[in-house]
């Protein structure tokens, strides 16, 4: 039922918050936060990433600018369709194992 009625997730991916649609539970959410809408775990990802950033909280100048990146990619974003198709969020999503990837 959880996947019917929280289908957006917000997760990691090499330590860069964002948000993903999975509708078939494909991660557990015991581990990923679940979020009814995209705004909610948009909000969630952009909370933690604000903090990464504010705390200094990064490995080097490529992790910080990966995460500047989705920080202006989330703030611009008003559903999931306005970042699924920029370069940045498909090079992230690349990296999630196979087994993982979701359909954006």
């Known amino acids: 039922m959880e996947r019917l009625s929280k289908p957006f997730v917000h997760l990691p991916i090499d330590a860069v918050d964002t948000v993903v649609f999975d509708p078939e539970s494909r991660f557990d959410g015991d ?45 611009s974003a008003e559903d999931l369709d306005d970042i699924a198709s920029l370069p940045g969020y498909r090079r992230l999503l690349d990296r999630l194992a196979p087994k993982k990837t979701v359909a954006a």
């Open 31 to 75: 581990q990923f936060d679940r979020y009814a809408s995209f705004a909610e775990a948009r909000d969630a990802a952009l909370s933690s990433i604000e903090i990464m950033l504010d705390e200094g909280d990064y490995d080097g100048e490529d992790h910080r600018s990966e995460l500047e990146q989705m920080l202006g990619h989330l703030e």
